[in-house]
Nanobody, 120 residues
Framework: QVQLVESGGGLVQAGGSLRLSCAAS????????MSWYRQAPGKQRELVAS?????????ADSVKGRFTISRDNAKNTVYLYLQMNSLKPEDTAVYYC????????????WGQGTQVTVSS
């Protein structure tokens, strides 16, 4: 069963840091670009950052210079990380891990989300 599980969310003060993790069970995820999205209350889900199978990264303008995405293609699990520094209240959202469509996951796959709350 395709499964992505996020962890690492929580409550942090503005200016603080958090590290999100996502475990994608299945070595076949090595073939997928992996991404972090977020959705704030009343807003559409938006792409935060992505990393290709070759390690190329892409960031939303709003997080450039503050967030870092990385991946670790372990034997049976692909781990995805999002290091978030200099957090702002506007970063408050539910953060989702996603395997983008491709390889053995043609429709892509989403995690269940983890809440990040940044207090001012």
């Amino acid at each position: 069963q395709v499964q992505l599980v996020e962890s690492g969310g929580g409550l942090v003060q503005a200016g603080g840091s958090l590290r999100l993790s996502c475990a994608a069970s299945g070595s076949f995820f090595r073939l997928n670009t992996m991404s972090w999205y977020r959705q704030a209350p009343g807003k559409q889900r938006e792409l935060v950052a992505s990393v290709t199978t070759g390690g190329l990264t892409n960031y939303a303008d709003s997080v450039k210079g503050r967030f870092t995405i990385s991946r670790d293609n372990a034997k049976n699990t692909v781990y995805l990380y999002l290091q978030m520094n200099s957090l702002k209240p506007e970063d408050t959202a539910v953060y989702y891990c996603k395997a983008e469509p491709g390889g053995w996951v043609p429709a892509g796959s989403w995690g269940q989300g983890t809440q990040v709350t940044v207090s001012s």
